[in-house]
């Protein structure tokens, strides 16, 4: 899965820089705290892996979501994960798994919302970055013009669908915030068209 670079909306996708296996919760079997890096801009994040086998034998279910953090708190993850001997093992005692392991009253890891608050105590609550266009759930409502057929407001953002000179141009540009993101000539499957 790639994630839209919510800075420079590069389709390139963010890598992992840094990873740590922080062990179970109240709600997940496993849950893995990244850093995040864009490929084209170099803009960071906080990643999270969470998956859960709970229930059926065949009913699995994970997410991975990339966060918004202050260079701050993402400076003391990184550090955290460095200076850890073994950031694989959820079980290690380091000071880093200490930190980056921390888990609320009901047992829920809170690790993020904390480092969040110490940095930007007002600061608004964590919400996931958005993902590459193509994987994201959009539903298009038709505007009833000629050039700009379509707009979605996703994640906050205003995408629009600019009509291209097709077949010597794709079919659509996507444009995020105003910003040309992407041309495509099919459909993405996970997009819905709604008339206006």
Not at 51 to 64: F, K, N, P, Q, V
Not at 110 to 130: E, G, I, K, Y
Not at 161 to 177: C, K, M, S, V
């Amino acid at each position: 899965m790639r994630f839209l670079c919510p800075t420079c909306a590069s389709p390139d996708g963010l890598g992992i820089l840094a990873g740590i296996e922080v062990g179970a919760d109240a709600r997940s079997d496993e849950i893995r705290l990244q850093v995040l890096a864009c490929r084209a801009c170099g803009q960071r994040l906080a990643g999270v892996y969470e998956e859960s086998r709970r229930g059926a034998l065949d009913d699995e279910a994970w997410h991975h979501d990339a966060f918004r953090l202050p260079t701050e708190a993402l400076d003391v993850i990184e550090a955290a994960i460095e200076a850890c001997p073994d950031p694989d093992d959820e079980a290690c005692a380091c000071a880093g798994h200490e930190v980056l392991g921390s888990r609320d009253e009901r047992g829920a890891w809170d690790a993020l919302d904390r480092l969040h608050r110490a940095q930007r105590p007002s600061a608004a609550p964590l919400r996931p970055a958005r993902r590459a266009p193509l994987e994201a759930a959009v539903r298009w409502t038709a505007t009833g013009e000629v050039e700009v057929p379509y707009r979605a407001l996703v994640d906050g953002d205003a995408w629009s669908l600019r009509l291209g000179d097709f077949p010597d141009q794709p079919l659509y540009t996507l444009e995020i915030a105003g910003n040309a993101v992407l041309a495509l000539s099919d459909w993405p499957a996970t997009w819905r068209r709604d008339p206006g």
